[in-house]
Nanobody
Framework: QVQLVESGGGLVPPGGSLRLSCAAS????????MAWYREIPRQERELVAV????????NYADSVRGRFTISRDNTKNMVYLQMNTLNTEDTAVYSC???????????WGQGTQVTVSS
């Protein structure tokens, strides 16, 4: 049974930091690139950050580049999103995504709410 379970969301003041975690199970983690998406009501889901299966290649949305860092631990089947210098526009539901670039298989987590507010 495939599972992606996010944690680490919450309420943080502007300028603060949060670290999101995603625990993966039920599939061969090292065959999948991993990504974080975020969704704001009435807006399109946005790709925030992506990391390749080996962890040596990353890419970021322009809106978060320099503030967010994606990483993964292939020994623990975990992916992380370190978010620094948060602002109110970062408020969203953040979801973990796994994608196999060869088969096209995609899996999603349920999401975790991040609210940036004073």
């Amino acid at each position: 049974q495939v599972q992606l379970v996010e944690s680490g969301g919450g309420l943080v003041p502007p300028g603060g930091s949060l670290r999101l975690s995603c625990a993966a199970s039920g599939f061969t983690f090292t065959q999948f690139s991993m990504a974080w998406y975020r969704e704001i009501p009435r807006q399109e889901r946005e790709l925030v950050a992506v990391i390749n299966n080996g962890g040596w290649s990353t890419n970021y949305a322009d809106s978060v580049r320099g503030r967010f860092t994606i990483s993964r631990d292939n020994t623990k089947n975990m992916v992380y999103l370190q978010m620094n210098t948060l602002n109110t526009e970062d408020t969203a539901v953040y979801s973990c995504n796994a994608e196999n670039p060869y088969s096209g298989l995609r899996y999603w987590g349920q999401g975790t709410q991040v609210t940036v507010s004073s």
